[in-house]
């Protein structure tokens, strides 16, 4: 954490000598037009920000070295769906498989990244998750989304692999039937089999 900080400090150091810096004069023959209004400062807050997510960006994502996947783990990476992923409101998904460790994927979409392995779910649902920042990746049959389970939110919704494009297609054009609308036997017909 000591060295995640000295180098946010570092890069942010440059941001702040720039934001400080005045501008050179203007040449004489500009003076006849309006003055354009000053860029807007960054904050400290900001600054510091966009430096942590800068140093975010280009720092490897350390794999826990205590979660070991099952073979039934194993088998849920396979179904896992790579590559760049649209989602909703023009926001992507980008999942690759880890190199260093098979069933691991690193999972990006705009100002996050984490590192995600396969769980179990009782659903049947392809399930990521990454415990250290509290993310939560579902797949299912027809779209997937991205969870913050921190912050209570979804950071992506409605994300369709090709796959998935085509299984939503298909659920459009021929809806499963609901709960209720299964057919139900009439009450005669249940008593009658009930006195038998």
């Not at 849920?76 to 926001?91: F, N, W």
């Amino acid at each position: 954490m000591k060295n995640f900080l000295t180098a946010a400090m570092i890069l942010a150091a440059p941001a702040v000598v720039l934001a400080q810096t005045a501008a050179p004069a203007a040449p004489a023959k500009a003076a006849a037009k309006p003055a354009a209004k000053p860029a807007a400062k960054k904050s400290p807050a900001e600054v510091r920000r966009s430096a942590l997510k800068a140093v975010e960006e280009v720092t490897p994502i350390d794999d826990d070295p205590n979660v070991k996947l099952t073979e039934a783990d194993l088998e849920i990476a396979k179904r896992v769906y790579v590559g760049v992923i649209p989602c909703e409101l023009g926001a992507s998904v980008t999942i690759t498989a880890s190199e260093k460790r098979p069933g691991f994927f690193v999972v990006q979409t705009k100002g996050a990244r984490f590192s995600m392995h396969p769980v179990e779910a009782r659903t049947g649902a392809v399930r990521l998750e990454d415990p250290r920042r509290g993310a939560l990746w579902i797949q299912l049959g027809n779209k997937s989304m991205l969870m913050s389970q921190k912050l209570g939110t979804r950071l992506a919704d409605e994300c369709m692999s090709p796959v998935q494009m085509t299984m939503a297609e298909d659920l459009r054009k021929n809806p499963v039937p609901g709960l209720l609308d299964w057919p139900v036997k009439p009450a005669s017909a249940a008593t009658a089999t009930a006195a038998k």
